[in-house]
């Protein structure tokens, strides 16, 4: 077994994957770009689904967009083995306390490129669009089940709370720890400006989204938890809605830059 382990663990650490994996970082950071493009298009009156299937959409859209597909998926399939790696492998010389929370986040970054890959590859295969189920819908389901209310609720209130984490983590630049940043001063202030903006907006992004799933569950009315495209699409009714909405595109757009530069700086 130990044998098997160490193993996995060569694969999962060797130096081809480590390519690939870098690519999801750059996969995650063109859709984030799209969303933020289609939130600045929202503001200034225009349609788009602003959220990964709309982002997805757009990608398949395109001339090689089967092969783009393809290859973003087996990105981002890297990246969720890298994560899975670190989650299983890693941080064992750390304190139990801080090992269980550095393990517990990667586990999370795992799921979530896994979740993002499956999404790519349903869009590969033309089903995306028929199957590919909306927050809505989702919503409906969860409150049949036993205790769903309870668990939307609690989904609701993770969501917002990452929003806020994503937002002081870009206001602290405590992201900076997890990058090798380039000697020039001027490349780490590009950068770290990225990350500040980026950062904050998709802590914003997720904050609503959480805030719509948490109401929609209260008030007994699941149309209304829309995830983000519902969330940015609230914020431009609010008043001087369109130029929060701007601004949140534009940071989206920075954080898909952001993660574009994490590719080639992360430290892995």
Request: charged share 15%; net charge positive; aromatic share 6%.
């Amino acid at each position: 077994m130990k044998g098997a382990a160490d193993a996995a663990e060569d694969i999962t650490n060797s130096r081809a994957l480590e390519l690939v994996a870098r690519a999801g970082f750059a996969v995650s950071g063109i859709l984030h770009l799209l969303i933020g493009l289609v939130a600045i298009r929202l503001a200034m009156g225009g349609q788009g689904e602003a959220d990964v299937s709309g982002a997805v959409a757009q990608l398949a859209s395109q001339p090689a967009g089967p092969a783009l597909l393809w290859a973003s998926f087996a990105a981002c399939v890297a990246l969720a083995l890298w994560q899975a790696s670190d989650a299983i492998f890693d941080f064992e010389h750390l304190p139990a306390k801080k090992k269980l929370g550095k393990k517990l986040k990667a586990a999370l970054q795992a799921v979530v490129y896994a979740g993002l890959a499956l999404t790519l590859a349903s869009f590969a295969n033309g089903a995306g669009k028929e199957h590919t189920a909306s927050t809505s819908d989702l919503t409906v389901s969860v409150m049949k089940a036993p205790g769903g209310y309870a668990l939307l609720v609690a989904i609701g209130a993770a969501v917002a709370v990452t929003g806020i984490i994503y937002a002081i983590r870009g206001f602290r630049q405590s992201f900076k720890k997890y990058l090798r940043l380039p000697s020039s001063e001027r490349a780490r202030t590009a950068v770290t400006a990225l990350g500040v903006a980026g950062y904050a907006a998709k802590g914003i992004a997720l904050l609503l989204t959480g805030v719509l799933i948490i109401v929609a569950t209260v008030t007994a009315h699941p149309e209304e938890s829309t995830g983000i495209d519902g969330g940015l699409k609230g914020l431009r009714e609010q008043p001087y809605g369109v130029y929060m909405l701007a601004a949140v595109g534009a940071g989206l757009i920075c954080y898909g830059v952001f993660m574009m530069v994490r590719a080639k700086l992360a430290k892995m």
